[in-house]
């Protein structure tokens, strides 16, 4: 069952419950109001003939004793010479009966006029206390009242008033019927129109429903749901629809391209792989070959097999220490004097370079919490890169700068132009200029990978001509 449906029937279930509580309480209410009402016009029937009962002598005579053999019950022009009783209606039918029940006197005088009188009720009556009663009389449901008539708490005389109730249920019954149909009637009316509007309230939910149908099936994140309405529960849920679906976008495209990274990546390993391996593969085909080449070849050959090997040590080292960089392996959080690792750099960058020196100007105040095995990496990686570069002394600075510790390596290379510039934290990337120098341009994208690993972020200035210099920046923390 859709929500749709659900919903309708629901709210259908609602108002048909609601109509079931009113229509029960209009027909007890209606059924109650018009039983008053008899129950008051008989009452008031009952006092005018009593008023003409006891207008007559015969009603003064007190009855103390039961009659074994009564009477047989008189008209009531013999009984009462009063107008009342002669202008009784059968609409409202009349007797008198005497304390002990028998019928006294009717319209017409006939015994078979005797109204029903339980022998509770008579019980009652002879106790002085009037009473209604239903009974049938001739398949007819009436409401008869009866009510004692007691002169010196003698009871005298026993009227009974009665009215046909077969009006009253026709028309509680005609009232049933008609609040039967109207509630069917307005509960399938309302189910129908219910049914419309909630297919008007979920277009804006089916409309999402096929949105991420289509996206599903084609991957098309940069598709978004359109919402006209109101900002209410819809329009909340098409606005975060929509949020999720940026970050998804977000997402795919970050997957995407570390997809492309990976399948670069392995395709400049293979690239870079694949030359070594050439070279050693050509070289021992040399020294296998047929007669054995002459020693002085033989020498230059194993030299040349040692520097490969050398490379493929190197470019196998650096590419576990970006993998473990990528991996985002746990690093250490220290209180690091960054002076102190970086006069280490210096000693040893002291004995890569050939003629150039390295200018130092370090802060001593200068400390950050992090791994000093990384930081010292990514210092010898810059001093590195610089050396090879830098056609004169390198400056190296760390400063305190406000909440920051500052480190800077500047070079008096060629310098990288505004094309490359944006490239040089790519993996494998080498400008045109650097490809002389020795390398696999995996220097800068290390050097990147351990310093967002701690924390901090890095970035390269440069201008043709004059030089390079890297900046690299962390969250300066006081010494205890």
């Given at each position: 069952?859709?929500?749709?449906?659900?919903?309708?029937?629901?709210?259908?279930?609602?108002?048909?419950?609601?109509?079931?509580?009113?229509?029960?309480?209009?027909?007890?209410?209606?059924?109650?109001?018009?039983?008053?009402?008899?129950?008051?016009?008989?009452?008031?029937s009952s006092e005018?003939?009593?008023?003409?009962?006891?207008?007559?002598?015969?009603?003064?005579?007190?009855?103390?004793?039961?009659?074994?053999?009564?009477?047989?019950?008189?008209?009531?022009?013999?009984?009462?010479?009063?107008?009342?009783f002669q202008g009784?209606?059968?609409?409202?039918?009349?007797?008198?009966?005497?304390?002990?029940?028998?019928?006294?006197?009717?319209?017409?005088?006939?015994?078979?006029?005797?109204?029903?009188?339980?022998?509770?009720?008579?019980?009652?009556?002879?106790?002085?206390?009037?009473?209604?009663?239903?009974?049938?009389?001739?398949?007819?449901?009436?409401?008869?009242?009866?009510?004692?008539?007691?002169?010196?708490?003698?009871?005298?005389?026993?009227?009974?008033?009665?009215?046909?109730?077969?009006?009253?249920?026709?028309?509680?019954?005609?009232?049933?019927?008609?609040?039967?149909?109207?509630?069917?009637?307005?509960?399938?009316?309302?189910?129908?129109?219910?049914?419309?509007?909630?297919?008007?309230?979920?277009?804006?939910?089916?409309?999402?429903?096929?949105?991420?149908?289509?996206?599903?099936?084609?991957?098309?994140?940069?598709?978004?749901?359109?919402?006209?309405?109101?900002?209410?529960?819809?329009?909340?849920?098409?606005n975060t629809f929509?949020?999720?679906?940026?970050?998804?976008?977000?997402?795919?495209?970050?997957?995407?391209?570390?997809?492309?990274?990976?399948?670069?990546?392995?395709?400049?390993?293979?690239?870079?792989?694949?030359?070594?391996?050439?070279?050693?593969?050509?070289?021992?085909?040399?020294?296998?070959?047929?007669?054995?080449?002459?020693?002085?070849?033989?020498?230059?050959?194993?030299?040349?097999?040692?520097?490969?090997?050398?490379?493929?040590?190197?470019?196998?080292?650096?590419?576990?220490?970006?993998?473990?960089?990528?991996?985002?392996?746990?690093?250490?959080?220290?209180?690091?004097?960054?002076?102190?690792?970086?006069?280490?750099?210096?000693?040893?960058?002291?004995?890569?370079?050939?003629?150039?020196?390295?200018?130092?100007?370090?802060?001593?105040?200068?400390?950050?919490?992090?791994?000093?095995?990384?930081?010292?990496?990514?210092?010898?990686?810059?001093?590195?890169?610089?050396?090879?570069?830098?056609?004169?002394?390198?400056?190296?600075?760390?400063?305190?700068?406000?909440?920051?510790?500052?480190?800077?390596?500047?070079?008096?290379?060629?310098?990288?132009?505004?094309?490359?510039?944006?490239?040089?934290?790519?993996?494998?990337?080498?400008?045109?200029?650097?490809?002389?120098?020795?390398?696999?341009?995996?220097?800068?994208?290390?050097?990147?990978?351990?310093?967002?690993?701690?924390?901090?972020?890095?970035?390269?200035?440069?201008?043709?001509?004059?030089?390079?210099?890297?900046?690299?920046?962390?969250?300066?923390?006081?010494?205890?």
């Amino acid at each position: 069952m859709t929500i749709r449906l659900r919903l309708t029937v629901v709210y259908s279930a609602i108002l048909a419950l609601t109509l079931t509580i009113f229509g029960v309480a209009l027909y007890s209410i209606q059924a109650q109001d018009t039983l008053n009402s008899l129950e008051k016009d008989l009452m008031i029937s009952s006092e005018k003939i009593i008023e003409a009962l006891l207008k007559t002598n015969i009603a003064i005579a007190p009855r103390d004793l039961p009659q074994v053999n009564p009477p047989p019950p008189r008209t009531f022009y013999e009984f009462s010479p009063e107008g009342t009783f002669q202008g009784v209606q059968e609409r409202e039918i009349v007797r008198v009966l005497d304390s002990n029940g028998n019928l006294v006197a009717s319209p017409f005088g006939r015994e078979e006029d005797a109204l029903p009188l339980s022998y509770s009720a008579l019980t009652a009556l002879q106790q002085n206390q009037d009473l209604f009663e239903t009974s049938s009389v001739s398949d007819e449901n009436m409401l008869i009242y009866n009510r004692p008539i007691q002169i010196n708490d003698n009871l005298i005389y026993i009227i009974q008033v009665a009215r046909s109730l077969t009006e009253r249920d026709r028309t509680l019954q005609s009232l049933a019927t008609t609040l039967i149909l109207a509630g069917l009637v307005t509960t399938l009316v309302a189910f129908g129109i219910g049914w419309v509007f909630t297919g008007f309230a979920f277009t804006p939910i089916e409309r999402i429903t096929r949105t991420a149908q289509t996206i599903g099936e084609e991957r098309d994140f940069a598709r978004r749901v359109t919402h006209t309405g109101q900002h209410d529960e819809v329009g909340r849920l098409a606005n975060t629809f929509n949020q999720m679906l940026s970050r998804l976008e977000e997402a795919y495209q970050k997957v995407e391209h570390s997809l492309e990274q990976q399948r670069n990546f392995v395709h400049d390993v293979s690239h870079e792989l694949r030359t070594p391996l050439t070279t050693l593969r050509g070289n021992l085909g040399l020294l296998l070959r047929k007669p054995p080449s002459p020693f002085e070849e033989q020498e230059d050959i194993l030299t040349d097999m040692v520097e490969e090997s050398d490379r493929l040590i190197r470019l196998v080292n650096e590419l576990l220490l970006l993998a473990h960089a990528d991996a985002g392996r746990t690093l250490k959080k220290e209180l690091i004097a960054v002076p102190l690792v970086v006069e280490e750099v210096v000693r040893q960058g002291a004995l890569l370079g050939k003629d150039q020196s390295i200018q130092a100007d370090l802060d001593l105040e200068a400390y950050i919490q992090g791994d000093r095995d990384a930081l010292k990496q990514i210092v010898l990686i810059l001093v590195d890169n610089a050396l090879k570069y830098s056609e004169n002394d390198i400056y190296l600075q760390v400063h305190k700068i406000g909440n920051d510790v500052q480190i800077q390596v500047q070079d008096q290379g060629k310098g990288i132009s505004s094309e490359e510039l944006t490239r040089v934290f790519d993996r494998f990337y080498r400008t045109d200029e650097s490809l002389i120098v020795p390398g696999f341009g995996l220097g800068l994208p290390i050097a990147k990978a351990l310093v967002e690993a701690m924390g901090g972020r890095i970035s390269l200035e440069s201008q043709v001509g004059i030089g390079s210099m890297v900046t690299v920046v962390f969250k300066a923390v006081h010494r205890v």
